[in-house]
């Protein structure tokens, strides 16, 4: 059974930093993108960021281009997600998905996910 499993949320003040982490475990975590996506209140669920299988490849959402960082550790079956220079619009249930194939940018294109982290930004 695949489980995606994200920590690492919290409560931060503006211009703070926060590492989420996503372990997988019960299918080849080393042969699939991760993304995170995240959800605010009243919000449609959005990508915030995506890495391919190996790590040698990412994309970013243009709001968090100069600021996130996703890496990925195989050996570790977890992904991560370093969020600098934190916004109260970053505020947002954060959750990490598995698809077969890099570059997805929908939802529906992800077969696995998490239950989601909390982070919130305090201004």
């Known amino acids: 059974q695949v489980h995606l499993v994200e920590s690492g949320g919290g409560l931060v003040q503006a211009g703070g930093s926060l590492r989420l982490s996503c372990i997988g475990s019960?299918?080849?975590?080393?042969?699939?993108?991760v993304a995170w996506f995240r959800q605010a209140p009243g919000k449609e669920r959005e990508i915030v960021a995506a890495?391919?299988?190996?790590?040698?490849?990412?994309f970013y959402a243009d709001s968090v281009s100069d600021r996130f960082t996703v890496s990925r550790d195989n050996a570790e079956a977890t992904v991560y997600l370093h969020m600098n220079r934190l916004k109260p619009d970053d505020t947002a249930v954060y959750y990490c998905?598995?698809?077969?194939?890099?570059?997805?940018?929908?939802?529906?294109?992800?077969?696995?996910w998490g239950q989601g982290t909390q982070v919130t930004v305090s201004s």
């Open positions: 998905a598995a698809a077969p194939n890099y570059g997805y940018r929908r939802v529906h294109q992800y077969d696995y």
């Open positions: 019960g299918y080849t975590f080393g042969t699939y993108a």
């Open positions: 890495i391919n299988y190996s790590g040698s490849d990412a």
